[in-house]
T-cell receptor, first 112, second 116 residues
Framework: LAKTTQPISMDSYEGQEVNITCSHN???????ITWYQQFPSQGPRFIIQ???TKVTNEVASLFIPADRKSSTLSLPRVSLSDTAVYYC?????????????FGTGTRLTVIP | DAGVIQSPRHEVTEMGQEVTLRCKPI?????LFWYRQTMMRGLELLIY????????DSGMPEDRFSAKMPNASFSTLKIQPSEPRDSAVYFC??????????????FGEGSWLTVV
């Protein structure tokens, strides 16, 4: 049973802000929300992680509402190099492999 | 640190042959994961280890697949006999401690397997 739901694909023009939303209705009290980015021909890499409210780093921001049933990854002013697949994961790994399931993610295509 | 190291990077083999993929996790990491990625199914977890012990192998597709971790710095994923449907990118990954609890999973560059 997948714990998260996110759009399959998104397109955006260069310079725009991109928001990718992930639904996780069954999030547990001690679960974190983690986002990974995968470029073609590479393994996924960590982008950002949060528990509640807002987290920001040099790459992205993560917005988490009070009920924590969803989260939004925000990429400011995207460039062509942000074209990648973005994965949302919820965990820790309490129940085994389910929380470590990446799936197909959201394929973001940035258009010139 | 050199990161997670996988070998071979690319392999083309004939159906029925044995394939062995190798992985060296980041030194000091307690968790090691094997993933498989295809266009249709995305990135699937096959098996993961904690302190060299297999914890969950429910993602291993069938008996043709086996994984071992004889020590903290080495793991193998073996397919015997290989079939064309096994063609995929196989990623090895490791994490310092319990994944997702504030601990990042670090991935290798992947092993691109083609079975003809």
């Amino acid at each position: 049973l997948a714990k998260t739901t996110q759009p399959i694909s998104m397109d955006s023009y260069e310079g725009q802000e991109v928001n990718i939303t992930c639904s996780h209705n069954n999030i547990a009290t001690n679960d974190y929300i983690t986002w990974y980015q995968q470029f073609p021909s590479q393994g996924p890499r960590f982008i950002i992680q949060g528990y509640k409210t807002k987290v920001t780093n040099e790459v992205a921001s993560l917005f988490i509402p009070a009920d924590r049933k969803s989260s939004t990854l925000s990429l400011p002013r995207v460039s062509l190099s942000d074209t990648a697949v973005y994965y949302c994961l919820v965990g820790p790994d309490q129940t085994g492999a389910n929380n470590l399931f990446f799936g197909t993610g959201t394929r973001l295509t940035v258009i010139p | 640190d050199a990161g997670v190291i996988q070998s071979p990077r690319h392999e083309v083999t004939e159906m029925g042959q044995e394939v062995t993929l190798r992985c060296k996790p980041i030194s000091g990491h307690d968790y090691l994961f094997w993933y498989r990625q295809t266009m249709m199914r995305g990135l699937e977890l096959l098996i993961y280890f904690n302190n060299n012990v297999p914890i969950d192998d429910s993602g291993m597709p069938e008996d043709r697949f086996s994984a071992k971790m004889p020590n903290a710095s080495f793991s193998t994923l073996k397919i015997q006999p290989s079939e064309p449907r096994d063609s995929a990118v196989y990623f090895c990954a490791s994490s310092l401690s319990r994944p997702l609890s504030g601990n990042t999973i670090y991935f290798g560059e992947g092993s691109w397997l083609t079975v003809v």
